[in-house]
């Protein structure tokens, strides 16, 4: 075949394939315009899916007569000039060919009147043949209405799901278009029924508890933070998170905007759930709706037809701002639930009187050099020092609390009784406790006087240079002793306190291919963090007290002291919790007290 410069309507019509896959694409231009437009209440209806007819309606600026042609034309737009403008982009639409790319599939009317003016336009197109603009009565603002969508391109039709599919992806574009636009008024239509009306809303917050509704859970956590995330440039991260006892399994819940556009961005997805790890079962979700707000040069809307994604200038720098916010938020709120009455004994003032301590760790005269507050016994939990106190006979508690079967922690607190696992709560605490060390880099590690070996595949020894590297920040020493074997000279005291063979702390994280896979390479920082989170995990693990150990008085005083003040205490670093509560209104019903 000859080589031939295509004609513009088949031109319009590739660009529409990508511009308007389905009719929801159609309402997302067409509601965007809206928005540009400055309108204050914006009405969708549709027939059919959307298929056979689809209006929106707004009451904003209006098109100008002499103008309506353009507005169905190819490549006009009245909103950038130059290309730089597309650094500073402030509107929805920039490219100009949403309306000619819809025209050129369907027949779209457009009716506007413009602000303060006395008279209305309408102008037709009928599948890319442009009318005449004739006068016509009509309210200000702006309506188009597309019908008969695709009814020209029969191999796009057959995409389409059914009616109901499609209306409920146009739901969606609405819905988010309301998320992030509280002030304007939405509705939507659809075959004569009301699905959405929505007032105006004073703010984002409440736009999303009206939209989320039950969903988002009890008493939603609301984000409001600023922070610099490259220099001279902020961002703003808002919205709203839930609880993580309102977490789901599905992630259909989760919305992110920027600059008040809805994209996909996985990576910020995972910084948000990264944040909640180790407040539920893994496999949860949170629901949430999540603001941010940038400087318009330190995103590209440009990477995709649609606009769903975005490219940003420092990745990096906007996945930690979202995770810090989250993180931080969650923890506010954990921390001020469980500031409750320390129960219990006190604990002992010099450690001792739990028992003998048989503290021999190189550990504790320099921990305590430095920082002499804390009494040893204090320290146990923490695992700074010494050994974990002997198993002794135990006392049925003389304080207000029970140990069981040497694994539950029993006490009231609050109304409820309370059933602590302790292995649980102590591996949290733990976790804690070793991850603030590992980021402030004051994990201390025992020389061991002989030097433990331990067996290795040689595609281990190959990387040996950077796994020195990542075990140094766990104040783990290695050294290649061998063909397939390598040597521990380093181990951090805790772990040797609770007498973990270093040998075999170090072959079982070399097992884990996978996780060493990602700590080494993974390009990212968040991927390389929660590897690293996954090694602490392991470590916090091996350190705790497990079920089955006996307790001292002292020792459990401090472990439920620690969980007032450790960060997300309800939950071990698996995500399981910590302590289950049962009201004892409940316990006095059953004793037929009430
Ligand atoms: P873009 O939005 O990228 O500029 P469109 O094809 O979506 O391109 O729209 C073309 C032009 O038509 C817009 O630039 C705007 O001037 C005008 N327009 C479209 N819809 C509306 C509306 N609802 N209210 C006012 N003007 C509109
Ligand atoms: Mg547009």
Redesign the pocket.
Known sequence: MAIRVLSQSLVNQIAAGEVVERPASAAK??I???L??D?GRIDVRIEGGGRERLQ?V?D????APA?LP?????H?????ERFEDLNQLA????????????ASVAHVT?A?RQRASSEAWRIESRFGEVGEARPTGAPE????EVCGLFNNVPARRKFLRSDSAEAARITEVVLNAALAHPRVAFRLESAGRKVIDLAPSPGRAQRAAEVFGESLGERPILLERSAEFEEGHHASVGGLICRPSSMRAVSRLQRIFVNGRPIVDRSLIHAVREAYRGLAEPSMQPVFILFLDVDPGCVDVNVHPQKSEVRWRQPSAMHRIVHRTVLEALRAEDLAVSGVSLLGAPPASDGQSGGAWRGNIVARGTEFQRDPAPSAAHAWVHGLVGEAPPLMPTPSAGGRFLQIDDTWIIFSEGGDLVIVDQHALHERIMFEEIRARVTSGDLLSQQLLVPATCEVPPEALARLDDLRVLFARLGIELAASGPRSLSIHAFPGFLAARRVDPAAFVAKVLASDELLQTALTASDAESKESALAEVLDMMACKAAVKGGDRLSPEEIAQLLEARNSTARSTNCPHGRPTSVRIPIADIERRFGRR
Not at 60 to 63: C, D, E, L, R, T
Not at 76 to 80: D, E, G, V, Y
Request: net charge negative; charged share 20%; hydrophobic share 50%.
């Open positions: 231009e067409l965007e315009n809206s540009d437009a309108a929106v707004d904003g600026v209006g098109i103008d353009l507005a169905l034309a190819p006009a737009t009245s909103k950038i509107s929805f639409g920039f490219r100009g060919e949403a309306i000619s790319a819809i457009i506007s603002g702006t309506a188009v």
